[in-house]
């Protein structure tokens, strides 16, 4: 098995989705680092998904959970590259061993922060309609509304998501409706991720991503911005520091794992959400979902050398 390791971001977490982790060998560095952020993310345990939802918790409690999974599985398998969905890509840096894990979750931590202070836009899913389409009737809404609306997300052939002002994701959404939209779905979040509207975000979060030591990673941490590997620190960099700002690429970040050589994508973190994902793109690659510790543990055994 020549593996791809990836990692869900914002939206996959649920309520106890840590409760076979807590005791783990990287749980308490992990924990104590967000504590000493002023974030206490042993509400993972309390079954609060409410609790879990605004944007400076959930990120930095799914990169705990990637994180000591991680730990659980990453040196049982021949991994060829790494990718992560938005916030999930910090942790693919720590499984490329870019990032230290405890640096990861305090950059995280600033980054959640930095996003949720950003609150006037919305994000809303199209289904049904090529992203071609979707991206000619951002270009429209924006040219009615004067405002703001872009493709946030490539996730999946007629899977996309737009993120702008409210009034412009509704003029997209009307239009789509028009050309054949078979779904609109509006997302829980506080502001447009992943569009132009978080440049004052990215500013903010610069400094600290600035401040970060970053090593060259083992293998290529394939990017959301444009879907193409990086092998080098400063690459990996630039293309963080663009993320908030740019669209993710998910599309081309599954098919360049496979043309890196991997055979099998296996999603770390909790849900399913990429391994669905990786069905529909690439279908040729076999996808599993790790989310939790029994599950981590059994694909270690499946991979043991006899």
């Known amino acids: 098995m020549r593996a791809a390791l990836c990692f869900p971001g914002q939206g996959s977490q649920s309520a106890g989705m840590a409760s076979s982790l807590m005791h783990e060998p990287m749980a308490?560095?992990?924990l104590d680092a967000a504590a000493a952020e002023a974030v206490d993310l042993r509400l993972l345990l309390r079954g609060d998904a409410a609790g879990l939802r605004p944007t400076q918790v959930a990120q930095p409690a799914l990169l705990f959970v990637e994180?000591?999974?991680l730990e659980l599985v990453s040196r049982h398998v021949d991994v060829v590259a790494v990718a992560g969905h938005s916030v999930g890509e910090y942790s693919a840096c720590v499984a490329a061993a870019a990032l230290d894990p405890v640096a990861a979750m305090r950059l995280v931590i600033a980054r959640g922060r930095a996003m949720a202070a950003t609150r006037e836009g919305t994000m809303m899913a199209f289904l049904g309609l090529p992203d071609e389409a979707v991206a000619a009737v951002c270009v429209e809404a924006t040219r009615q509304t004067g405002e703001t609306v872009v493709v946030a997300n490539f996730n999946a052939p007629g899977q996309v998501v737009v993120s702008g002002t409210p009034a412009a994701v509704?003029?997209?959404?009307?239009?789509?409706r028009e050309?054949?939209?078979?779904?609109?779905?509006?997302?829980?979040v506080t502001g447009a991720f992943h569009s132009p509207l978080m440049e004052d975000a990215a500013a903010s979060f610069g400094a600290a991503l600035d401040a970060v030591p970053l090593?060259?990673?083992?293998?290529?941490v394939v990017c959301n911005v444009d879907g193409a590997p990086a092998s080098d620190a400063a690459t990996l960099r630039d293309r963080l520091r663009r993320q908030l700002t740019s669209a993710v690429r998910w599309v081309d970040c599954v098919r360049g794992m496979a043309?890196?050589?991997?055979?099998?994508?296996?999603?770390i973190g909790p849900g399913s959400v990429l391994t669905g994902l990786t069905r529909r793109i690439a279908p040729e690659v076999r996808a599993v979902a790790i989310n939790d510790a029994a599950a981590a543990r059994a694909?270690?055994?499946?991979?043991?050398t006899p």
Not at 179 to 188: V, Y
Not at 215 to 220: K, S
């Open 28 to 30: 308490a560095a992990l």
């Open 67 to 69: 994180c000591v999974l």
């Open 170 to 176: 509704d003029a997209a959404r009307r239009l789509a």
């Open 179 to 188: 050309r054949g939209l078979r779904r609109a779905i509006a997302l829980e």
């Open 215 to 220: 090593r060259d990673p083992r293998v290529p």
């Open 259 to 267: 043309q890196l050589g991997a055979d099998t994508l296996i999603e």
């Open 299 to 304: 694909l270690t055994a499946s991979t043991a």
